[in-house]
């Protein structure tokens, strides 16, 4: 579990080094903001920012940077507070937080990054007791993404299920959804890939499977805020993909970097329009 850990905050916090280190061009005209938002993710913001200041830092010297930051965020409400007052260039967003967010700050997409058990790619109702998603309808549903339903219904169970089909045990925590159903305080668990992939590391899960899967999900999303210019906007896309090259191949490949390349809206077109419905 503590390698998972490092794992996930390591790759975030390439991942917005990454944004930064295409940046130079707007750099030179002032301080590159780049925000992570990363929910659900394993980890608190507080054991991340190092690693974020770290490679933003490492970044900016290498480029002769006029200045750099970067911020991770776990959640949306203190991801705002960051927008609101830094006016981040570049963001790195999971796929439910750019969907509750484009709108309201007017995001373009420009990227996108696929890393090793970061979650949030698939979906599982997972159960020792159901057999199916039928079984578990009416039961106890122990989650930690039922903070945003908008996502889980529209996007995730696309007409499945809602929220409001089950009794809703909320948890805070990735693990702690598992282990409701370990214990029998929930028949089943909404859970993530990451989180799937756990059951076999927590006692008591055997016999805990999944009964329903949802389709497989775009990964995290690369975007641009309006304060970047649109020559650097450009030229950062246009060079997402050459980050894992070269010298920087090592380093994504240890920290669990599956993919990093330029995107548009069209890659993100079904799940934009399932969401907006």
């Known amino acids: 579990m503590r390698t998972t850990v490092i794992r996930s905050l390591l790759a975030t916090a390439v991942i917005a080094s990454a944004s930064g280190f295409l940046c130079a061009d707007a750099a030179a005209e002032g301080t590159v903001g780049v925000l992570v938002l990363r929910e659900h993710g394993v980890g608190s913001a507080a054991q991340a920012q190092p690693y974020v200041d770290k490679f933003v830092s490492v970044a900016a010297k290498q480029n002769g940077w006029g200045g750099a930051k970067g911020e991770y965020h776990t959640s949306r409400g203190n991801a705002e507070t960051f927008i609101s007052a830094q006016k981040p260039q570049y963001g790195i967003l999971s796929l439910g937080a750019f969907l509750g967010l484009k709108a309201k700050h007017n995001l373009d997409i420009i990227g996108q990054v696929a890393v090793n058990r970061a979650g949030g790619q698939q979906y599982h109702l997972i159960s020792k ?64 890939d990451a989180q799937l992939a756990e059951l076999g590391k927590i006692d008591g899960a055997a016999g805990i499977k999944s009964v329903w899967s949802s389709d497989k999900l775009p990964p995290m999303v690369v975007v641009a805020f309006p304060s970047a210019p649109a020559d650097a906007r450009k030229a950062f896309q246009a060079n997402l993909g050459k980050i894992c090259e070269g010298e920087g191949k090592a380093t994504c490949g240890e920290v669990g970097i599956l993919a990093l390349k330029s995107a548009t809206s069209a890659d993100y077109a079904g799940v934009v329009a399932a969401y907006d419905k």
């Open 129 to 192: 007791t159901a057999a199916d998603l039928a079984g578990c309808k009416g039961k106890a549903l122990a989650s930690d993404h039922a903070d945003d339903p908008k996502f889980i219904d529209k996007v995730v169970s696309k007409g499945a299920f809602k929220l409001g089909d089950f009794t809703l045990v909320t948890t805070t925590r990735p693990i702690q959804t598992i282990k409701k159903v370990v214990s029998g305080d929930a028949a089943c668990a909404l859970v993530d």
